[in-house]
Each structure stands twice: as structure tokens, then as C-alpha cells.
């Protein structure tokens, strides 16, 4: 669904062509006159031409501008006022500051605008910025003279001239101011006891002589003799307070607002270095010393140039900070020692146009926090809206030196002197304020006296009404004629006040039902001086002479009217050619069946309203193309196989192979075949070798073939080889049988042999078994 231009759009993509139905915004709004129209949508307009509109139809003079001048309306009647910018102050950018045309120093462009504003109707304008070169600079030393803060005095009584020194290689023109602050003097934040109001030092042995407490006082109005800067430091002595906050933002706040004292220049920028070793009080602190009134943001330095409010209003919020400096063009720097630069800097986020810079104990660093600061603060442009109408809304795009838009930005940062930023703000009205009211704001850059003044109107009438007539005769002289349309008056009705309230009856409104008991014109329009007038829709058109037609209640298919396919009479969808169905979503056409091998859903399945509906089991796709467990999976896989692989094959033959055979095909040495989701395919070549490969789908629905990178052949035995076999094969029995014999010829020769040992044994043991009885014998004799 698309939203664009007060039209609710369903865009329907069919046969590479876009269909768009649109509900219109304006005609739903039911608007009964020219203002109300526009405010119904900016892209909204009005017919005011008399003779406009269906006879039969109600509130049709409000709708698109192209639609009015489809429906007969001619464009000098048409009321679409547009929203729009004027140029009224547009002097061109400056590049230096200094010098005889200082006072004509330009940094903002334009200068001044008007916007005509249609509420709901956008418009934008550019504003360009540029900090020129050696811009007059005037700057206010405030400075804590709290007795913390001795030390510090002592560094800086000589500040003036160096610091002049340094400025002036940055501008030519520099001025130089001086002001202190303790707090208030009243308890407890400081010590009141009779003894301590002349000498608040009086017992203290580090320090046991100091001036009297104080809130804020100013000491040298801003000068370009910095000689009086270092005469007056000198002259100072430090205070002393109770509490360890001290009143820092109430002589901030005089300083801002005291601005003829202090001699702010309006051709110049304003810096205001606070310098001070310790934590601020806030509003509400005052009233720990009774103070209840919250204070004025007004200026009250008395003839001593001292602040005489100091005990009588509480401090000032960060709000009302905020809103003087930047009233005032002033920016502020935190000069503050490093223990509490983190609570300054979260300060500056609530602060706009501030910094913050670490001081020394002794402020010897002083001189370079100044610069830093200075060009930290001139390397930034940050746009504020002043007096910011609440029914506008304001929306910023930076363009800063890298050329890139930045969406919802008013700020560019690390720039170099005289470059230039833009800033594209785009405004919308939300509404319209009373007739004859006349608004305006102001675009400033922080801490610029420069500005862009911007005044508002509204275009929410329209130029018709300027010829209303009363009692018109266009209105049988019962009614105001404006803009087209009759404001009949008491008692009268019709579109030209022709009908009396009395002549309404029964039988008056039953020409208005289609049968008795019915609804008045269907319920869906008035009956106006016997006849039927309808109510237009936003979802399309509403007839019939009692309203009882229509053409958007028609059946759908997914949300669709009549598919996209028809179109809707009278509730009944008459389908284009080449559909069929009560909601047209059939399509007669059997194209997008077929698939590349010019089957109808491959032969798997049949086509349905022009989508394939697969019957064989395991088969899918968009033409049932894809089916590993089908029987001919590997047949048709194969010739796929066989043309893109080795350019043979019926495929190969008739040049088809690179359009059948689309899957992707991985040849590998070894093929794996323990994988359950792959079908594993053999066929034999013409070689009469064996082909082997797999076939799988992928979850995203692609085909996979692995093959081997060839096929498989058997390899005849090699002759020689046989015969070095054959060879080698009787000569091994040869040897075993020679080795069997000598085997055998042994085992039989040792086994006579043992015979023979054993045999003349015995011959030898009777021999000597005789011998020895003869012995015995002769003995005996």
C-alpha cells in the first residue's frame, strides 16, 4: 500500500504492468464547502463553477485537481491555492568583518521572507551562513573573587595585554570588560554577624583582611584601552563567602542584560569568560535566605554599578540564563578548574551558545583558554527559532563542508573562517488560525546578531467567496449562492433550494425506494425533491436511480476487487479476457505452464487458472520441473549430464542445452554416495564406460547435479605384464617344489640315520655286557 498525495493507493504488479486503485481522501471527507475542502487534504481542491457536478450525485465539487477537469470543471474555477515563499530582504553574503562598512557586515541570507502557508502543504527555503573574517569582538571578564580565588587574582593584573596581544592576531578589532562576583549576603551564604559585615575575613589567620561580600559588580565597561582593564584588576581584592557554591549566575545574568552598562556592541560578538574555582547556586537556592520571588531576568545595576537585587529575588533559572544570553547574542565560557568541568559541561547541553574550558589553579593558562574557545566557538554554526508559532512545525537539513545532507540537523562544526553552510528548512502549517491572523519567527544563528526574520500567512480561504450572493436568484432567492453550491435557508432543501421541508411525506419519499419497506435511496444517498441524489465514496462510485449500485462490492481475491482482473458493475465482476471465475482470479491462459521442455507442467501435473498443479508424487516447482524421486529424475537429469558436460547427447544436437538445462553442475574426482537427500544416478555410455552422478535439491529450491569429471572405463591387461606373471608364477611353484623335495629327502635321511645310531648302540652295549662276564669268570676260577 502506498500513501502519496491523499490518495490510499493498492498497487497491483500483473504481466509486468501496474495497476494502481486509489481510495480518494478528498470525496471521503464529505466536505460542504470550499474551506472545509482544503483543509481536508493539501492536494485537495474545489470546483466553483456552477453547472459542475452529476445531476444525481452529492458532494462532488471536492477531489483532485486533475480529477475536476476529467469531470468538466474548467481550470479558472478550480480553487487549489498553493503554498509559497517570497524574497522580501536578500543582501548578499559579507566577507570581512572589520573596517568602514562593519556596520553593513552580512552573515545570514536571506534577511527577511514571507510564506503563504496551506496547511498540510509543505514548503522549504534555504538559509546560508557564513562567519566572516575579522569580525569585531567585544569581551566581558566576570570573574570569582571569592577568597579561593586569591591566587588567580594575583596572575591576572597584567591579563589585559596580553591577552589584547593575542586577540588582535584574530581580530582587529577587540574590546575588553571587567566584572566580579562573590554571593549573596545574606545567611547562609555568608556570614552576617555584625563583625564580619565590613571585614567577612575577620579571625581567619590565612587571610584576615578582605572586602566586604558582595553579589555582582560591575568594574570597566568594555574598551579598547586595555591599560584600564589591568588598572582596575589591580585595584581588587577578594571576598569571602559562607557556603562553597558561589552567585556566579546572577552577575551572569546582569551582564547579559545590562547591556548599555556593560557597552555591548551590536556589530560585534559577544564573549563572556566566567571564571571561577567552585559550583554555582541555582533557582530555588534562594529560598534557604527567604527569597521567594523568583527573579526577572530584568537589569539592576544601581549608580555604584553593583547588583541591588542580589538579596531581594532568587537566582536565576538555566532557562532564564539560556533565553537572555541568547537574546543578547552572547556566548558564555566556563573558564572552571578541573574538578568541576564535568557539572560545566553538562550545563552547556542546557545552555545554547556555551562552552567550557579547564582552568589552571592560578588562571596561568588563562590567555589560551580564551583563544581556544574563542576558535572552538567561531568553528560552529548552530541555528535557533525564536517565537516559534505552535502550529507550525519546523523541520532542519545541515549541508555543511563535506557537501552531505544532514536530515534533522541545524548544526555544522569544524569550520575554517568565511566558509559558508546552508540549511534547508522545511515548514508546514497544521492548521488555520482565525481569518485576518498573521504570524512571523526568527532564524538566528547562536550567539550571531544577525537573523532571518520570517512572516507568516495562511491560505485557508478561498477567492471564490468574494463574489457570495444572499438571496440569490441562482438559489431561487432561498439561499446564499457561493463557490458553486446554494446554502438554502430555513425550511428549504434541494440543490437549488427548489423543495419546501412542508412537501416532504410519504408519498413523497416512496418514488425514492426501490420497493416498500426498503431504505430511502438504499440508505447510501438523501432524497431530494423526489429523486435520489448519492453519496459519493472514497471507495469508488455509487448509482442506480435509488442508489442501489455500486462499483467496489464486487468479490475480491486477496483483498483484490474482482482479482484486478474485471471490473465491478453493479456488484457483479465482468472479468477481462483471458479470466474467468465470480471474482475473476481464473486465468484461461496455459503459457506460464509450460515449462522448457514444452510439456504442460512437465508431464507431471495440469494447469489451473494458469498454475500448475503437480500430481506426481515428489514433483513441485512452478511447472513441476523439479522432482528427485520420480522415476525419470536421472534420465532427464542425464542429458543434461552429457550436453553440458561432454557436448554429446540429443540436447547437444538441436542447441537447446544451455536453455533446458539451468542447474548447476560440480564435477568431482570421487563421488560421495552416503548422502539420504541425493539421488544417486548410473548410466552406461556409448564407450560402454559408466557415468555416475548425483541429484539434489537445494532448500532454496535450486537443482544440484554432482557428477564425476569422467566416467568410469574397464582397462585391458597389458601382455607383458601377463606374461612376466606367468613366468614368475612357474618359477615360484619350481622352487616351492624343490624346497618341498629337499624337505622330504631330509626329514627321511635323519630318521635312518637315528635308526642307525640306535642299532650300534645296542651292538655295543652286548659287547661290552660279554666282555665283562669273561672277566668274571676267570675271576671265579
Known amino acids: 500500500m502506498i500513501i502519496r498525495g491523499g490518495q490510499f493507493a493498492l498497487v497491483i504488479f500483473r504481466n509486468n504492468f501496474v495497476t494502481l486503485y486509489r481510495l480518494n481522501v478528498c470525496m471521503s471527507g464529505s466536505a460542504t464547502s470550499c474551506e472545509e475542502c482544503l483543509l481536508i487534504h493539501p492536494s485537495c481542491a474545489w470546483c466553483a463553477q456552477e453547472d459542475f457536478g452529476q445531476v444525481r450525485t452529492l ?95 594575583d596572575t591576572i593584573r597584567n591579563l589585559g595585554t596580553k591577552l589584547a596581544e593575542e586577540m588582535r592576531k584574530l581580530t582587529s578589532n577587540f574590546r575588553l570588560g571587567f ?44 574598551t579598547d584601552k586595555v591599560d584600564r582593564f589591568n588598572e582596575e584588576v589591580q585595584k581588587q581584592m577578594v571576598s569571602r563567602n559562607r557556603d562553597a557554591p558561589e552567585g556566579g549566575f546572577d552577575a551572569i545574568l546582569q551582564a547579559a542584560v545590562c547591556k548599555e552598562k556593560i557597552g555591548w556592541r551590536k556589530e560585534a560578538y559577544h564573549l563572556l569568560v566566567f571564571a571561577t574555582d567552585d559550583v554555582p547556586h541555582l533557582a530555588l537556592d534562594g529560598r534557604l535566605g527567604g527569597l521567594v520571588y523568583p527573579h526577572d531576568g530584568q537589569c539592576h545595576l544601581n549608580d555604584k554599578n553593583e547588583y541591588s537585587a542580589a538579596n531581594k529575588m532568587d537566582y536565576p533559572s538555566l532557562a532564564l540564563l539560556g533565553e537572555k544570553l541568547a537574546e543578547n547574542n552572547i556566548f558564555l565560557i566556563f573558564a572552571v578548574t578541573k574538578r568541576h568541568y564535568v557539572l560545566y559541561k553538562n550545563l552547556t547541553a542546557l545552555i545554547p551558545g556555551t562552552t567550557v574550558e579547564i582552568l589552571d589553579q592560578d588562571s596561568k593558562n588563562i590567555i589560551q583558554l580564551i583563544v581556544n574557545a574563542y576558535n572552538n566557538i567561531r568553528s560552529k554554526v548552530e ?53 485576518g491572523t498573521s504570524k512571523s519567527f526568527t532564524i538566528r544563528p547562536v550567539g550571531f546578531k544577525d537573523h532571518l526574520e520570517v512572516s507568516v500567512d495562511y491560505r485557508c480561504d478561498c477567492s471564490c467567496t468574494d463574489f457570495t450572493q444572499t438571496n440569490s436568484s441562482r438559489c431561487n432567492s432561498a439561499g446564499t449562492y457561493s463557490c458553486g453550491m446554494c446554502g438554502c435557508e430555513p425550511g428549504h432543501l434541494g440543490a437549488r433550494c427548489e423543495c419546501e421541508e412542508g412537501e416532504v411525506n410519504h408519498q413523497y419519499l416512496s418514488a425514492c425506494r426501490e420497493a416498500e419497506g426498503k431504505q430511502v435511496c438504499s440508505g447510501r444517498g438523501e432524497c431530494s425533491c423526489n429523486q435520489c441524489l448519492c453519496y459519493e465514496s472514497e471507495f469508488g462510485k455509487i448509482y442506480g436511480t435509488f442508489c442501489e449500485c455500486d462499483d467496489f462490492s464486487c468479490a475480491r481475491h486477496k483483498g483484490i476487487l474482482c482479482s484486478g482482473h474485471g471490473e465491478c458493475h453493479c456488484g457483479e465482476c465482468k472479468c477481462h479476457a483471458g479470466y474467468i471465475g465470480d471474482n475473476c482470479n481464473c486465468s484461461t491462459e ?47 537429469k542425464r542429458e543434461c549430464i552429457e550436453c553440458r558436460l561432454f557436448n554429446s547427447g540429443r540436447l547437444a544436437d538441436n542447441q537447446t542445452c544451455q536453455r533446458m538445462c539451468k542447474d548447476e553442475i560440480i564435477t568431482v574426482e570421487t563421488l560421495k554416495t552416503d548422502d539420504s537427500n ?32 569422467e566416467p568410469e572405463c574397464a582397462v585391458a591387461p597389458d601382455a607383458k605384464t601377463v606374461l612376466l606373471a606367468v613366468v614368475g608364477s612357474i618359477l615360484l611353484m619350481g622352487i616351492v617344489l624343490l624346497a618341498l623335495w629337499k624337505l622330504v629327502i631330509t626329514i627321511h635321511d635323519r630318521r635312518e640315520f637315528a635308526r642307525f645310531q640306535s642299532a650300534r648302540s645296542r651292538a655295543l652295549n652286548w659287547q661290552l655286557t660279554v666282555h665283562s662276564r669273561g672277566l668274571k669268570q676267570l675271576d671265579f676260577d
Open 179 to 222: 566584572g566580579s562576583f562573590v554571593d549573596k549576603n545574606i545567611s547562609p551564604f555568608s556570614y552576617t554577624a555584625p563583625k564580619y559585615q565590613d571585614n567577612p575575613c575577620n579571625g581567619y589567620k590565612l587571610f584576615p583582611n578582605c572586602v566586604p561580600t558582595f553579589g555582582f559588580r560591575h568594574l570597566l565597561s568594555l
Open 678 to 709: 541425493t539421488v544417486q544416478c548410473v548410466y552406461k555410455t556409448e564407450n560402454d564406460c559408466v557415468m555416475k552422478f548425483t541429484y539434489s535439491e537445494h532448500a532454496s529450491g535450486q537443482s544440484v547435479l554432482t557428477a564425476l569429471k
Open 59 to 153: 458532494n462532488s465539487r471536492c477531489d483532485f485537481s486533475q480529477n475536476l477537469l476529467k469531470r468538466g470543471c474548467n481550470a479558472p474555477f478550480i480553487e487549489n491555492p498553493r503554498s509559497g515563499i517570497s524574497l522580501l530582504r536578500s543582501k548578499p553574503l559579507s566577507s570581512k568583518g572589520s573596517g568602514v562598512t562593519q556596520y553593513d557586515v552580512i552573515q545570514i541570507y536571506p534577511q527577511k521572507i514571507s510564506l503563504s502557508l496551506r496547511p498540510g502543504d509543505q514548503t522549504s527555503f534555504e538559509v546560508q551562513v557564513r562567519p566572516v573574517e575579522d569580525y569585531p569582538v567585544d569581551l566581558y571578564y566576570l570573574m570569582d573573587l571569592s577568597l579561593s580565588m586569591k591566587d588567580d587574582l
Open 383 to 435: 541555528l535557533s527559532v525564536w517565537d516559534h508559532p505552535e502550529d507550525l512545525n519546523l523541520a532542519f537539513t545541515a549541508t555543511c563542508q563535506d557537501g552531505q545532507p544532514l536530515t534533522g540537523l541545524r548544526k555544522c562544526a569544524d569550520l575554517k573562517i568565511g566558509d559558508t553552510v546552508s540549511f534547508n528548512v522545511t515548514v508546514d502549517a497544521r492548521g488555520c488560525p482565525p481569518k
Open 590 to 636: 496455459t503459457t506460464s505452464c509450460v515449462s522448457d521442455d514444452g510439456k504442460i507442467c512437465s508431464g507431471r501435473g495440469s494447469c489451473v487458472c494458469g498454475r500448475c498443479q503437480c500430481t506426481e508424487p515428489g514433483a513441485f516447482g512452478d511447472t513441476c520441473e523439479k522432482c528427485p524421486t520420480c522415476p525419470d529424475a536421472c534420465g532427464t
